[in-house]
């Protein structure tokens, strides 16, 4: 009988330590993910609400800026862009961690007829609105802060979404309607799909 407790006592430290490793693994590689800020779907109102001008700004600006042929995603993350992704004529390309100042943005940057300049102002622009990223496209796509493994947003179509738009995009998991043509978007996708905070997923 010891003999089989310490086995199982031996196992139950192997599995314990492998658990703990993983979160420490999850906590590096995603940047203090188990100790960084934690918001909710109202604090997402709450900025929209007091930012709104300066959200739709972003809008312009990315909307205007973005040759019709062009896909484009870009998060600014301690002085780097931690996302730069661009689809151009069908072409796909995903960036993480460039330094602004390097070859290789410069690179992205004649692709889609842009200048650090226009990189500048987005920045500008984002910080004006209390947002961390976009991406273009209808609807646009405007990332408000991280929390937990996904990400806050605001996808805004061009216009006031049909009916059945409203009922395709909301889902509850990925996407909430919230007024006019804004929706509230939560994802994720490092270890799965992200749902809001307080989703229960239905059984089908």
Same mark, same amino acid.
């Given at each position: 009988?010891?003999?089989?407790?310490?086995?199982?006592?031996?196992?139950?430290?192997?599995?314990?330590?492998?658990?703990?490793?993983?979160?420490? $693994?999850?906590?590096?590689?995603?940047?203090?993910?188990?100790?960084?800020?934690?918001?909710?779907?109202?604090?997402?109102?709450?900025?929209?609400?007091?930012?709104?001008?300066?959200?739709?700004?972003?809008?312009?600006?990315?909307?205007?800026?973005?040759?019709?042929?062009?896909?484009? *995603?870009?998060?600014?993350?301690?002085?780097?862009?931690?996302?730069?992704?661009?689809?151009?004529?069908?072409? $796909?390309?995903?960036?993480?961690?460039?330094?602004?100042?390097?070859?290789?943005?410069?690179?992205?940057?004649?692709?889609?007829?842009?200048?650090?300049?226009?990189?500048?102002?987005?920045?500008?622009?984002?910080?004006?609105?209390?947002?961390?990223?976009? *991406?273009?496209?209808?609807?646009?796509?405007?990332?408000?802060?991280?929390?937990?493994?996904?990400?806050?947003?605001? *996808?805004?179509?061009?216009?006031?979404?049909?009916?059945?738009?409203?009922?395709?995009?909301?889902?509850?998991?990925?996407?909430? =309607?919230?007024?006019?043509?804004?929706?509230?978007?939560? *994802?994720?996708?490092?270890?799965?799909?992200?749902?809001?905070?307080? =989703?229960?997923?239905?059984?089908?």
């Amino acid at each position: 009988m010891n003999k089989l407790i310490k086995v199982l006592l031996i196992l139950f430290g192997i599995l314990l330590t492998i658990i703990l490793g993983f979160f420490i $693994f999850l906590h590096i590689a995603f940047d203090g993910i188990f100790t960084g800020p934690s918001y909710d779907k109202q604090d997402l109102i709450k900025n929209f609400e007091k930012k709104k001008n300066e959200i739709i700004e972003v809008k312009k600006f990315i909307d205007f800026k973005t040759p019709r042929d062009t896909y484009i *995603s870009i998060e600014f993350e301690n002085g780097e862009l931690g996302i730069f992704h661009v689809k151009k004529n069908e072409n $796909f390309e995903s960036n993480w961690n460039l330094e602004i100042d390097s070859k290789k943005t410069d690179s992205l940057l004649t692709v889609i007829n842009w200048t650090k300049n226009d990189l500048k102002n987005l920045k500008e622009k984002l910080d004006k609105a209390n947002c961390i990223s976009v *991406s273009s496209g209808n609807p646009t796509t405007i990332g408000w802060q991280r929390s937990g493994m996904g990400k806050f947003s605001y *996808s805004i179509f061009n216009q006031k979404p049909t009916d059945s738009i409203i009922s395709q995009y909301n889902d509850g998991c990925l996407y909430i =309607y919230y007024k006019d043509n804004i929706f509230l978007n939560y *994802s994720g996708g490092a270890i799965g799909l992200q749902c809001f905070p307080g =989703y229960e997923r239905k059984n089908e």
